[in-house]
């Protein structure tokens, strides 16, 4: 039976997984992912782990659940890690993180478009610099809906005098 949602439980612990399995649990998983991530769950309250290939090997041995491995972050060792998981019993993978850009501010920019200072992307450092001055207002930011009100107010007296004369003719 296929749900919507499936409940996954983080353990590298054979008998809770077994007791899992029992309960209607649909899936595990098991951490690999180490790299960085106490940096990156510092002042989270997060729980890491730090489980092993015999970990994975021990789960999938004592249970018919899928075991889904979360590996480290893309890097040169990616494909070894992955061949390693699937020969120790893994049926699914599960990368930690994907991200898009940096958090916070990563480049500075004047009124006019131009980049002025930046961060690179996936890079740790910081913009020390003045804000670019604004460039002066715009008209409509000097008299708002004057302009506007102006021109409505022409464009009504210009029809009443139009139909005025029409009934005057």
């Given at each position: 039976?296929?749900?919507?949602?499936e409940?996954?439980?983080?353990?590298?612990?054979?008998?809770?997984?077994?007791?899992?399995?029992?309960?209607?649990?649909?899936?595990?998983?098991?951490?690999?992912?180490?790299?960085?991530?106490?940096?990156?769950?510092?002042?989270?309250?997060?729980?890491?782990?730090?489980?092993?290939?015999d970990?994975?090997?021990?789960?999938?041995?004592?249970?018919?659940?899928?075991?889904?491995?979360?590996?480290?972050?893309?890097?040169?060792?990616?494909?070894?890690?992955?061949?390693?998981?699937?020969?120790?019993?893994?049926?699914?993978?599960?990368?930690?993180?994907?991200?898009?850009?940096?958090?916070?501010?990563s480049?500075?920019?004047?009124?006019?478009?131009?980049?002025?200072d930046?961060?690179?992307?996936?890079?740790?450092?910081?913009?020390?610099?003045?804000?670019?001055?604004?460039?002066?207002?715009?008209?409509?930011?000097r008299?708002?809906?004057?302009?506007?009100?102006?021109?409505?107010?022409?464009?009504?007296?210009?029809?009443?005098?139009?139909?005025?004369?029409?009934?005057?003719?």
């Open positions: 039976m296929t749900h919507p949602l409940l996954l439980l983080f353990t590298k612990d054979v008998a809770l997984a077994r007791d899992a399995e029992r309960a209607g649990v649909d899936g595990l998983i098991v951490d690999w992912e180490t790299k960085g991530k106490n940096e990156r769950q510092s002042g989270c309250d997060m729980e890491t782990n730090a489980d092993t290939p970990d994975v090997a021990r789960v999938a041995a004592a249970v018919a659940l899928p075991v889904t491995v979360r590996i480290n972050g893309l890097s040169d060792e990616t494909a070894d890690e992955i061949d390693l998981a699937l020969a120790c019993g893994a049926r699914r993978l599960m990368l930690p993180m994907a991200r898009s850009a940096n958090t916070g501010v480049v500075l920019i004047d009124a006019r478009g131009r980049v002025l930046r961060v690179a992307l996936y890079k740790e450092g910081r913009i020390d610099a003045a804000l670019p001055k604004p460039l002066p207002p715009t008209l409509y930011a008299i708002g809906d004057v302009l506007f009100l102006l021109l409505s107010m022409v464009a009504f007296f210009a029809g009443f005098t139009y139909k005025y004369r029409r009934e005057q003719a």
